[in-house]
């Protein structure tokens, strides 16, 4: 893959990237402490969208149509259990104890976008669900760990693929991480599968959306009628989690953790 079609990143865009990170943290923050028994994903889909309104952001998903799909009628995705990524928020999906749910959320600040997810358990869940949390989250860790430069793309897929699959768990290959900038989804595809030492030279300047999706069953994925929703094909559970990484000088710097 050549890098001429990758826009390396400056200083002041990594700062002004960085500001759009801390909105996409702050979002993720409150929609997390409100993933309560109870609580419908409608009513996290409102808690986005009041503390990105109020922190002057707009929305990257809201009215998103890509590749001819409706347009996304949400400003946050709500994926709860076997929904690997994509599911739209709904009053009529309200969180029960035991449950765990993906909340994904994109914004523009400052003519920047920024990208991040996380899962969280609902309640108390089961040991099954635990262990997928917490080694999707461990192989996204690993992935960052990764982003250095003169690296290679696939050392960062391997770094997922390898602790995901050691842990008894799979990758999903339908879907796959990307560059963010000016647009939420700019080159390169980054996927969470590969082979290390393969693939694109990973330069200064490169910033990465990495988000591992796991499911606990088969990694393959079917996408429902409404166009959006991704769900293991099984109906076993899933996880995703995301976060934007800038390759700098002196290592990866994570935009989207406070």
């Known amino acids: 893959m050549s890098t001429l079609s990758i826009t390396l990143k400056s200083a002041d865009d990594l700062a002004k990237m960085r500001r759009t990170g801390l909105i996409v943290a702050d979002v993720l923050d409150a929609v997390e402490a409100a993933c309560r028994p109870g609580v419908s994903t409608w009513e996290l889909n409102e808690i986005a969208n009041g503390v990105m309104t109020k922190a002057g952001a707009t929305s990257a998903f809201l ?18 259990n076997e929904v690997v990524v994509h599911g739209i928020p709904s009053k009529s999906v309200v969180l029960k104890d035991g449950d765990i749910i993906g909340i994904d959320f994109a914004c523009y600040k400052d003519g920047f976008c920024a990208d991040s ?21 461990e192989s996204l860790e690993r992935a960052i760990a990764a982003c250095v430069h003169g690296n290679r793309l696939e050392d960062i897929g391997w770094a997922v693929q390898s602790h995901v699959e050691k842990n008894g768990f799979s990758v999903v290959t339908s879907f796959c991480g990307h560059g963010i900038g000016r647009f939420m989804h700019e080159m390169p595809s980054v996927p969470n599968f590969g082979e290390p030492g393969k693939g694109l030279r990973l330069k200064r300047g490169m910033v990465l959306a990495i988000e591992p ?3 606990v069953g088969s990694e393959d994925i079917e996408v429902l009628d409404d166009g959006w929703t991704a769900v293991s094909v099984d109906r076993r559970l899933a996880a995703h989690v995301e976060h934007s990484v800038a390759i700098t000088g002196d290592g990866p710097m994570v935009l989207t953790r406070r």
């Not at 009215?63 to 709860?80: E, H, K, N």
């Not at 997810?117 to 989250?137: M, Y």
């Open 63 to 80: 009215g998103y149509a890509p590749r001819g799909a409706p347009p996304y009628p949400a400003v946050l995705c709500t994926s709860v």
């Open 117 to 137: 997810a996380r899962t969280i358990p609902v309640g108390n869940v089961s040991e099954e669900a635990r262990k997928l949390i917490q080694v999707t989250r």
């Open 213 to 215: 999706m796991v499911n």
